[in-house]
Nanobody, 122 residues
Framework: VQLQASGGGLVQAGGSLRLSCAAS????????MGWFRQPPGKEREFLIT????????YSADSVKGRFTITRDNAKNTVYLEMNSLKPEDTAVYFC????????????????WGQGTQVTVSS
């Protein structure tokens, strides 16, 4: 599977943005999907993941209640809805395909997409 993220841009603090990640290939529904981000000068961090069917999601504490992940297996696309954005959400956002890590409530990554820049101005 190959992943193409889009939807990044510049938004004011308190605003919203929706990222999309389109997957090529016929195996999209066999992967858990997720989003990570890498702020300037920092390591990449896990944000949120969704199971193959869409019935289970896990998210990092930093984005709980603000970010939502959904997927459309018919369209081979996963979405990240981001609300109440803060300047500290500024980062390059990456989508990923992989598998759920149930105990850790995270995901393991098999395939990375390219990043999309999100900048939140104060």
């Amino acid at each position: 599977v190959q992943l193409q993220a889009s939807g990044g841009g510049l938004v004011q603090a308190g605003g919203s943005l929706r990222l999309s990640c389109a997957a090529s290939g016929r195996t999209f529904s066999s992967y858990a999907m997720g989003w990570f981000r890498q702020p300037p000068g920092k390591e990449r961090e896990f944000l949120i993941t969704i199971s193959r069917s869409g019935g289970t999601t896990y998210s990092a504490d930093s984005v709980k209640g603000r970010f939502t992940i959904t997927r459309d297996n018919a369209k081979n696309t996963v979405y990240l809805e981001m609300n109440s954005l803060k300047p500290e959400d500024t980062a390059v956002y990456f989508c990923a395909a992989g598998y759920l890590l149930t105990i850790a409530q995270r995901m393991g990554v098999s395939v990375w997409g390219q990043g999309t820049q999100v900048t939140v101005s104060s």
